[in-house]
């Protein structure tokens, strides 16, 4: 036979089983919204990294410079050239996200070195001794450096130095009846032309 203090206990077990059991419910559902929200933050921070990751990523896998043709100016008018031609070859460099546009002054001239087209050349104005700008001195027929005195023939051969070579070439093509030319730096005092950069 059951005891007063039995039978409290029984009917107050039952409540106290209800109440445990409604309390797995809600901690269950709490750890699944507290999962949910887990995931769904973890999944918006990483949807927000990645523009970041691709920003600051961005120069790592882009080249540095791109090698256009710039164009100078249409092939025929220099059928017949005589003199050097002072032209602006417009350079573009892409370094990372700046980009920068210059003009670098260059020479048409007759003359049978390589790569020529029909004899016509492009000359880089930059003496190969030092770097210093070489300009033309109509009265002297020929190139002459400012900086340390070294001569250049109307072509770009070496007349004098101290500069080891002559005034280097660029490549040219004739496209749509106008001239291009690439740009390129060159190695000073060499007695060869070599490449260091575009």
Same mark, same amino acid.
């Not at 190969?128 to 001195?137: E, I, R």
């Given at each position: 036979m059951e005891?007063n203090?039995?039978q409290?206990k029984?009917?107050?077990?039952g409540?106290a089983r209800?109440?445990?059991?409604d309390?797995?419910?809600?901690?269950?559902?709490?750890s699944f919204f507290?999962?949910?929200?887990?995931?769904g933050?973890?999944?918006?921070?990483a949807l927000l990294?990645v523009?970041?990751?691709?920003?600051?990523?961005?120069p790592?896998?882009t #080249?540095?410079?791109?090698r256009?043709?710039?164009?100078l100016?249409?092939?025929?008018d220099y059928?017949?050239i005589t #003199?050097p031609?002072?032209?602006?070859?417009v350079?573009k460099?892409?370094?990372?996200?700046?980009?920068?546009?210059s003009?670098k002054?260059?020479?048409?001239v007759k003359?049978?070195?390589?790569p020529?087209?029909?004899?016509?050349?492009?000359l #880089?104005?930059v003496c190969?001794?030092?770097?210093?700008?070489?300009?033309?001195?109509a009265?002297?027929n020929?190139f002459?450096c400012p900086?340390?005195?070294?001569?250049?023939?109307?072509d770009?051969?070496?007349?004098r130095?101290?500069a080891?070579?002559?005034m280097?070439?660029l490549?040219?093509?004739?496209?749509?009846?106008?001239?291009?030319t690439?740009y390129?730096?060159?190695?000073?005092?060499?007695p060869y032309?070599?490449i260091?950069g575009y």
């Open positions: 005891t203090s039995d409290n029984s009917q107050s077990s409540p209800i109440a445990e059991t309390k797995r419910i809600l901690e269950g559902r709490r507290l999962w949910l929200i887990a995931v933050t973890a999944a918006m921070g990294a523009p970041l990751v691709r920003y600051v990523l961005f790592v896998f #080249t540095t410079t791109s256009t043709w710039s164009g100016s249409t092939f025929s059928a017949s #003199t031609d002072r032209k602006f070859a350079t460099q892409v370094d990372g996200w700046r980009e920068s546009i003009k002054p260059v020479y048409i003359g049978k070195r390589k020529s087209i029909n004899n016509t050349e492009v #880089t104005a190969p001794h030092l770097g210093c700008d070489v300009p033309w001195v009265s002297e020929k002459h900086c340390h005195g070294s001569e250049f023939a109307a770009g051969s070496l007349l130095g101290p080891r070579r002559g280097d070439t490549p040219i093509k004739v496209e749509n009846g106008k001239l291009k690439l390129e730096y060159f190695q000073a005092l060499l032309k070599k260091i």
